[in-house]
């Protein structure tokens, strides 16, 4: 019986000595030949000559520039824009793809949301970026997947550290009933309880909305103008009045937002020669009779009549020439973007991108750089920029007696927590229902 133990150690010992052999082997660079991290001092002995971009790798260091970019690591230059693609899909959001949202940052500060689409406000947050800092809203039209997280973003920010009011700005309809002035009013009553549950309890400031409604009929007309930035609208053809695209100028940079549009004439003309657009590119009607179980009518009429198909997308990225184009609003798949390219590219051959969730694009006057945005998926919101001040108590909505006849005190529980904080934090604090 001791032997045979014995056999079994000096077994073992053998294979862990030979493991570990093998593994010296790799990591001291005598099988180094697979190893990238070669040092100059080891290619030099055995006769190779150090490749120069090794030099910014180390074993020990930080690899720096890996054609990724992680959100509130990288400053802006005075001179850049960086516009991020937080919404590309369809109506139906997906794990991969929400539904239409822009975040577009400037160089001087600014930073503004075109469209805030259903599923949009999670990759908002995953940007890291200030509530305070994120207070302008440019809506497009009035669907549900170009404002569908509006809710989302406007009243959770109130206790996501947001203390200033959040602006919006949107067309109007035909009738007062079709403008965003109407639906904000709407969507305020809409979420009496929700706010009712805050305004007494939070520093609420960051709950006002303030409502900007423009003409839906203005032709390049200016809707915004401050610190260097000009923001003007013009009309967009989809479903029903009251569609519009936006240019914004700064800096000698032209950007433009086409939120859903038929091909136009207004883009073509007021959105020519700008530096980056952005322009819906629908799924072609094939992919949607194939994979989305709609009719050859109902396929042509949304494809290429509500919306604008990838071959009408080339067309209309051949009159712009832009320095940048870029094609959303379809499922951006391995299966469905060679049709959807292949498709554009019977009508625009010039600098493009198939916007896919997290997508980002840093311009200047030199370069358009795109990249992919990590993700940190247990990102949490921003400390508050400003000082809280205390709720608003007038406007602390009771609950009743006979609501709170229900509550089961557990003083025996709830007390020692409360007497915690209380020394910890200093406070004198009581528990009340
Ligand atoms: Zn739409
Ligand atoms: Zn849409």
Do not use: C
């Given at each position: 019986m001791k032997n045979r133990l014995t056999i079994i150690i000096v077994i073992i010992g053998l294979i862990l000595s030979a493991s570990i052999g093998y593994m010296k082997g790799v990591f001291d660079g005598n099988s180094g030949k697979n190893l990238s991290l070669i040092t100059t001092a080891e290619a030099k002995k055995s006769g190779d000559q150090p490749n120069p971009a090794a030099k910014k790798h180390s074993p020990v260091g930080v690899v720096p520039d890996r054609d990724i970019y992680f959100p509130g690591t990288e400053p802006l230059d005075p001179n850049e824009m960086r516009i991020t693609a937080l919404g590309t899909g369809q109506p139906s959001v997906r794990p991969k793809q929400a539904a239409a949202c822009f975040l577009v940052e400037l160089g001087n500060g600014d930073k503004f949301l075109f469209d805030i689409g259903s599923g949009s406000h999670e990759r908002i947050a995953a940007q890291k970026i200030p509530y305070d800092y994120i207070d302008k809203v440019f809506i497009g039209h009035l669907h549900v997947d170009h404002f569908g997280d509006l809710a989302s973003f406007w009243l959770g920010g109130t206790v996501m550290n947001r203390l200033t009011p959040l602006r919006i700005w949107g067309p109007d309809g035909a009738e007062e009933k079709y403008g965003t002035k109407y639906m904000l009013e709407r969507l305020q009553e809409a979420y009496t309880w929700d706010i009712a549950t805050r305004a007494g309890f939070v520093d609420f400031r960051g709950g006002v909305l303030e409502?900007?409604?423009?003409?839906?009929?203005?032709?390049?007309?200016?809707?915004y103008d401050d610190?260097?930035?000009?923001?003007?609208?013009?009309?967009?053809?989809?479903?029903?009045?009251?569609?519009?695209?936006?240019?914004l100028e700064w800096n000698g940079f032209k950007f433009v937002y086409g939120s859903d549009t038929a091909p136009n004439s207004w883009l073509t003309k007021y959105g020519k020669d700008a530096d980056f657009v952005i322009h819906e590119c629908f799924l072609p009607p094939t992919l949607m009779i194939t994979k989305q179980g709609f009719t050859a009518a109902e396929a042509l009429t949304v494809s290429t009549i509500a919306h604008t198909s990838p071959e009408q997308f080339g067309k209309v990225m051949s009159e712009v020439k832009p320095r940048h184009a870029v094609g959303?609003?379809?499922?951006?798949?391995?299966?469905?973007?060679?049709?959807?390219?292949?498709?554009?590219?019977?009508?625009?051959?010039?600098?493009?991108?198939?916007?896919?969730?997290?997508?980002?694009?840093?311009?200047?006057?030199?370069?358009?750089?795109?990249?992919?945005?990590?993700?940190?998926?247990?990102?949490?919101?921003?400390?508050?920029?400003?000082?809280?001040?205390?709720?608003?108590?007038?406007?602390?909505?009771?609950?009743?007696?006979?609501?709170?006849?229900?509550?089961?005190?557990?003083?025996?529980?709830?007390?020692?927590?409360?007497?915690?904080?209380?020394?910890?934090?200093?406070t004198d604090l009581k528990p009340k229902l």
């Open positions: 409502i900007n409604e423009f003409d839906h009929r203005g032709v390049n007309k200016v809707i610190n260097g930035v000009v923001i003007r609208s013009i009309p967009a053809i989809h479903a029903i009045d009251g569609s519009v695209s936006y240019i959303y609003h379809f499922y951006n798949d391995f299966d469905t973007q060679p049709e959807v390219l292949q498709r554009i590219r019977k009508t625009y051959d010039g600098p493009l991108s198939l916007a896919m969730d997290y997508m980002v694009w840093n311009v200047t006057k030199d370069d358009i750089k795109v990249r992919m945005a990590a993700k940190d998926e247990e990102v949490w919101p921003s400390p508050a920029l400003k000082e809280k001040q205390a709720p608003d108590q007038s406007k602390m909505v009771p609950m009743s007696d006979w609501n709170k006849s229900g509550w089961l005190e557990y003083p025996e529980v709830l007390n020692p927590i409360w007497e915690e904080v209380n020394k910890k934090y200093g």
